[in-house]
């Protein structure tokens, strides 16, 4: 199959190599025998919602989220049609921030978000900065430990009744307090863990590849072969060991 990733603002949304999420996407789909066809979705190209089984947008500065923001607002009815229509979305750490309502950044900047996440995220007087683990449960009785890197001022409060992408075991999360880290709705997932996030978690990986195949084929989503992934369970290993010493605290 052609697996089709629709890549926001890979020009401006791309720090701690977020872009790396996308090679991963890549192998893994070309080791089970599919292709990924990535279009860059940049400033003034527009979002067609039925032309893509997965978008990502990875994170940024302030600076870089002030310069995208009116932009990515316009593009959101897109996104929000593209999810709805059943494809899958990743979104990372600044991306995360503005796919809620909006992010009031660390120098007042007000920056509007598309609302396609049930959360608010306004900047605190310290970043928050650190090795992060957590506990996810996606698919009921399936609990999976995430590990990644968090650096943002942002703290995010979900709505009441909003889903979280996991429970924090170690480290900040979404603002420190709560215990919560990211959200889910439905296949579109954001976190604030960069690293990037999916070399050391190949298992959220594949949940995103087989939820994009599903949109893909009309179907519904199958467990992908299994791969060896030794390397990345070291990966894994020692991120989470990192993060159980000296997860983010102030
Ligand atoms: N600029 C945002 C913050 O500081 C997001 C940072 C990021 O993407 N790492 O909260």
């Not at 979705?41 to 067609?48: H, K, M, P, Q, T």
């Not at 302030?62 to 494809?87: F, N, S, T, Y």
């Not at 009031?104 to 650190?130: C, K, N, Q, W, Y």
Request: hydrophobic share 40%; with cysteine.
């Amino acid at each position: 199959m052609k697996i089709r990733v629709g890549h926001l603002y890979p020009d401006y949304l791309n720090i701690y190599a977020d872009r790396g999420n996308i090679a991963v996407f890549a192998r893994r789909a070309a080791l089970r025998g599919h292709e990924l066809e990535v279009t860059p979705i940049s400033l003034a190209d527009e979002v067609e919602p039925e032309r893509h089984d997965l978008l990502y947008v990875g994170g940024g500065q302030d600076r870089e989220q002030a310069l995208i923001a009116p932009d990515l607002v316009a593009k959101g009815p897109g996104i929000e049609a593209a999810v709805a229509g059943g494809a899958a979305l990743l979104a990372v750490c600044g991306g995360y921030q503005l796919l809620g309502r909006g992010y009031l950044g660390r120098h007042g900047d007000s920056m509007p978000g598309i609302g396609l996440f049930p959360h608010e995220t306004v900047a605190g007087e310290r970043r928050m900065i650190g090795d992060v683990l957590l506990e996810c449960e996606l698919e009921p009785g399936e609990r999976r430990t995430l590990a990644g890197f968090e650096n943002h001022a942002g703290r995010t409060r979900l709505d009441a009744g909003a889903v979280p992408l996991g429970r924090v075991l170690a480290g900040f999360g979404n603002d420190g307090e709560s215990g919560f880290e990211g959200v889910r709705v439905g296949r579109a997932i954001g976190t604030y863990l960069h690293g990037p996030l999916l070399p050391r978690n190949p298992w959220l990986a594949d949940w995103l590849l087989s939820q994009a195949l599903a949109h893909a084929t009309g179907g519904e989503p199958e467990p992908l072969a299994p791969l060896l992934d030794r390397l990345e369970a070291q990966a894994h290993a020692v991120s989470a060991q990192r993060a159980r010493d000296r997860g983010g605290r102030f």
